[in-house]
């Protein structure tokens, strides 16, 4: 039983196309995060959703579009994407004001 | 701007030997955690310790704050090949959001 998860694994895309990544948890948590590692292993966050509300919004470039359906999931979606933007991307979760976030494994995005 | 500062940024250990790694931060917070991250992984939560405690461990984990120094203290005693990992503190400020900001990382390596 996967606690959170996300797909795809390994996204390998050319630049100005459009993805998505999407991640699930079934730990019952009512905040999810995004967060994107780069090639030296800084880990940023860069949103935050509690009940499907929008509560952190990093300053990341207005490409990145993040949707939650409901509370259980969090998806992330990319406009036209840039070599930059290669990375890793994490999906966590918690339970609000508890502190601990659980990680899923990452997607591993590659912009040729 | 990033938060913390971890040093070493690279150890290498010999099995049953104690490997210690430092974090450093810059700003208040309300809880400190450490992360482990294997190769290719997500980030697995370790431990967690408040801004109102100065030692805890967790097995043969034993982590320390200093809130007057700003800094963390991650002691893994009697360490094992599958240990080797790496090492990220993260600081909650606290409010309405878990928000963790994290440092640069230790890479641990435990030889047999």
């Known amino acids: 039983d996967t606690a959170v998860s996300q797909t795809p694994k390994y996204l390998v895309t050319q630049m100005g196309n459009d993805k998505s990544i999407k991640c699930e948890q079934n730990?019952?948590?009512?905040?999810m995060y995004w967060y994107k590692q780069d090639s030296k292993k800084f880990l940023k966050i860069m949103f935050s959703?509690?009940?499907?509300?929008?509560?952190i919004n990093e300053t990341v470039p207005n490409r990145f579009s993040p949707k939650s359906p409901d509370k259980a999931h969090l998806n992330l979606h990319i406009n036209s994407l840039e070599l930059g933007d290669s990375a890793v991307y994490f999906c966590?979760?918690?339970?609000?004001?508890?502190?601990?976030?659980?990680f899923g494994p990452g997607t591993r995005l590659l912009v040729l | 701007s990033q938060q913390g500062e971890e040093d070493p940024q690279a150890l290498s250990i010999q099995e049953g030997e104690n490997a210690t790694m430092n974090c450093s931060y810059k700003?208040?917070?309300?809880?400190l955690q450490w992360y482990r991250q294997n190769s290719g992984r997500g980030l697995v939560h370790l431990i967690l310790?408040?801004?109102?405690?100065r030692e805890k461990h967790s097995g043969r984990l034993r982590v320390t704050l200093d809130t007057s120094k700003k800094s963390s203290s991650l002691l893994i005693t009697a360490s094992r090949a599958a240990d080797t990992a790496s090492y990220f503190c993260?600081?909650?400020?606290?409010?309405?959001?878990?928000?963790?900001?994290f440092g640069t990382g230790t890479r641990l390596q435990v030889t047999l």
């Open positions: 966590a979760s918690s339970l609000m004001g508890v502190g601990t976030q659980y």
């Open positions: 730990l019952g948590h009512d905040t």
């Open positions: 959703y509690n009940n499907k509300e929008l509560i």
């Open positions: 700003t208040s917070i309300n809880n």
């Open positions: 310790i408040r801004s109102n405690e």
């Open positions: 993260a600081t909650d400020a606290g409010g309405t959001a878990s928000k963790l900001t």
